[in-house]
């Protein structure tokens, strides 16, 4: 269920602390610390998945609930309402796709640009 050595499995069990945007039974959502945009935060299944990479049919429900998820929040946010608003929706994986965090976690980005990054 969880890996005692994962970042994002402590933070979503509060055992190291984060600024908290949302949390049910099954998801956790925290600001991304580094922000690369005026709106950052993650949303991770509270149950650990090491990456994309290792999603099967069994995670589908899960997944749609996590991107059906990442609408609420950003406008919960203050992401300003499409199309001029918006916001972009990123999955790193994997070490070339730029994963950093073994841990899968959807990237909710937005706001005003221009951004930091990207
Ligand atoms: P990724 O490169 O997709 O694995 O993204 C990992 C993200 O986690 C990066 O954007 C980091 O800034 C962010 N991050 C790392 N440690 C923390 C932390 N303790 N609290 C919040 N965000 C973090
Ligand atoms: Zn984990």
Redesign the pocket.
Known sequence: MHDSDC??CK?ARGQ????KVYEDDEFFA???????API?F?IVPKAHVASMAHVTEEHAPMLGRMLTLAPRLAAQEGCNPYPEGGFRL???TGTE??????HL?L?VLGGPRPWARG
């Open positions: 970042l994002f933070i190291i602390p984060s600024r925290f600001h991304d610390i580094r922000p690369a950052h993650l990123v999955v790193n796709g730029g994963q950093e965090v073994h976690h990237h």
